[in-house]
């Protein structure tokens, strides 16, 4: 497999990990019958930390591996895990949940922008390490 392929797949496996870990750590706080089983607001702080806390990790991995073009890098890695979270909720989660577009934006969509937002201060601030600044 050729190296920019394998850097896609890569790119693409920790995009899908940034959104299975915490679609995945979510399930326990729902009953079987889809109710949520504590505090709507404590859900969603709990959410929003795992997370911040798995993309930060995966973004330190993934930019492990990069030499150059760090802020370049950022955007287009949070560009790709921002796309990909989007779609995976729209083929998941909104027709699991009942919301409508609108309201999911609302609620959940808008948060993803930490995605994009993590990633590029990081391909920034590696950027800047990297040229001694």
């Keep these: 497999m050729d190296n920019r392929l394998k850097k896609s797949v890569r790119l693409m496996a920790y995009g899908g990990l940034t959104w299975l870990i915490p679609f995945l750590a979510a399930v326990p706080f729902y009953s079987p019958e889809g109710f949520l089983l504590i505090d709507v607001f404590l859900f969603k702080s709990v959410m929003i930390v795992i997370g911040g806390i798995i993309g930060a990790a995966l973004l330190v991995l993934w930019f492990g591996g990069v030499q150059s073009g760090h802020l370049?890098?950022?955007v287009i890695t949070g560009g790709v895990w921002l796309a990909m979270n989007w779609a995976l909720d729209l083929?998941?989660?909104i027709p699991i949940s009942g919301m409508d577009i609108p309201t999911y934006f609302g609620q959940i969509g808008l948060r993803y922008l930490l995605i994009p937002t993590m990633a590029i201060?990081?391909?920034y601030s590696t950027g800047r390490v990297a040229a001694g600044k």
């Design 121 to 123: 201060a990081i391909g």
């Design 91 to 93: 083929l998941f989660l």
């Design 72 to 74: 370049r890098e950022g």
